[in-house]
């Protein structure tokens, strides 16, 4: 099992930029995939972005795309998300989530999530 704690969100204005980590527990963090999911009130919760246990492969939502980086450090435990020209509709609650399974972005087949952290962007 594995606890997962996010930090990094805020407010920025549209066009900035922020960086979310994602400390992971215990000493199997590489043997997890990772990804990073999002939930706008009174929509469902989706997924921005997934990488491999060795951070070899990555996955991004479209609207993410070109815009969003993720990242790992296996000797850190930790997962991060930059987010550079953000604007109003990534705002949210992020958050980070692990699985043992194959390589997905389907929110269910993740095992262990954290408890979310609000990004705002303001217009």
């Known amino acids: 099992q594995v606890q997962l704690v996010e930090s990094g969100g805020g407010l920025v204005q549209a066009g900035g930029s922020l960086r979310l980590s994602c400390a992971a527990s215990?000493?199997?963090?590489?043997?997890?995939?990772m990804g990073w999911f999002r939930q706008a009130p009174g929509k469902e919760r989706d997924v921005v972005a997934t990488?491999?246990?060795?951070?070899?492969?990555?996955y991004y939502a479209d609207s993410v795309k070109g815009r969003f980086t993720i990242s790992r450090d296996n000797a850190k435990n930790t997962v991060y998300l930059q987010m550079n020209s953000l604007k109003p509709e990534d705002t949210a609650v992020y958050y980070c989530?692990?699985?043992?399974?194959?390589?997905?972005?389907?929110?269910?087949?993740?095992?262990?999530w954290g408890q979310g952290t609000q990004v705002t962007v303001s217009s």
């Open positions: 215990g000493r199997t963090f590489s043997t997890y995939v």
């Open positions: 989530a692990a699985t043992r399974r194959t390589a997905t972005s389907v929110s269910y087949e993740y095992e262990f």
């Open positions: 990488v491999s246990r060795w951070g070899t492969n990555t």
